[in-house]
């Protein structure tokens, strides 16, 4: 990120978003995108290749979030299947705070987020190689958060299956979605009542130079998710809610 992406963040942000960031953030941001596209000439972490579409796509993205919660430090916030560390990433550097833990599967993309959290000087976050399934089950994390988040991760009555049970009682999940937002909230009824989620809102969100909007879909943690659920790795895949 040169010095015009750096601008270009910043100006998106407060006029998009209505944030200011600080020039410590924007120099987070710059790092952050350098060793993005370092690594990514190595791994596929991202298909997106421009910084300025980078900044819009993948930050500015992930900042939007922001939308739809209230100031996040000291919060608990768990983002799974995150890659490349969006949104989780991001919202850190906005909110330095908060206590924050990144789930991917895949080890090197955990190597990456690893080296991302040293070299930006990140504290409180704690990265974590597993499966969601896996996760949800584990005493460590299960009821732990005030919000588990996700982005095009999965359909979402899967996606709630995943991130309900992470949620403690008066937390939320929020998902990132594209335009079958409306289709997939309509389609997780069931989903939503047999695990303990209750719609909150579905906000749309349009980025500069993006002609569709997309979602932000949240739902809070009404009731107890049963134990049974998530469901063994794979199954809430095949046989969604």
């Not at 080296?115 to 460590?140: F, H, M, Y």
């Not at 998530?230 to 809610?241: Q, S």
Request: include cysteine; aromatic fraction near 4%; glycine fraction near 6%.
């Amino acid at each position: 990120m040169n010095q015009q992406d750096n601008l270009q963040l910043a100006a998106q942000a407060a006029a998009t978003l209505g944030l200011r960031l600080t020039v410590q953030q924007q120099q987070q941001f710059e790092q952050y995108l350098r060793l993005l596209l370092a690594w990514n000439e190595h791994i596929n972490l991202t298909a997106i290749r421009e910084p300025a579409d980078i900044v819009t796509r993948h930050f500015l993205d992930s900042l939007s979030c922001s939308l739809v919660m209230d100031n996040l430090n000291e919060s608990d916030l768990i983002d799974v299947g995150t890659g490349a560390g969006f949104p989780g990433l991001p919202l850190k550097i906005l909110f330095p705070s908060m206590r924050l833990t990144l789930v991917d599967s895949v080890t090197k993309k955990t190597s990456f987020l690893r080296q991302v959290v040293a070299e930006l000087g990140l504290t409180e976050v704690q990265i974590v190689t597993e499966r969601a399934e896996n996760l949800g089950r584990l005493p460590e994390h299960r009821d732990g958060y005030d919000w588990a988040v996700a982005r095009a991760v999965a359909e979402l009555r899967v996606l709630l299956e995943y991130l309900l049970p992470l949620c403690r009682l008066g937390g939320h999940v929020l998902a990132q979605k594209g335009e079958s937002a409306q289709q997939e909230v309509k389609a997780a009824t069931d989903a939503l009542r047999l695990l303990g989620g209750e719609l909150k809102s579905l906000q749309p969100v349009q980025l500069p130079g993006r002609a569709q909007p997309h979602y932000l879909v949240v739902i809070a943690k009404t009731a107890a998710t049963p134990e049974r659920y998530p469901r063994r790795v794979g199954v809430p895949g095949k046989r969604p809610l």
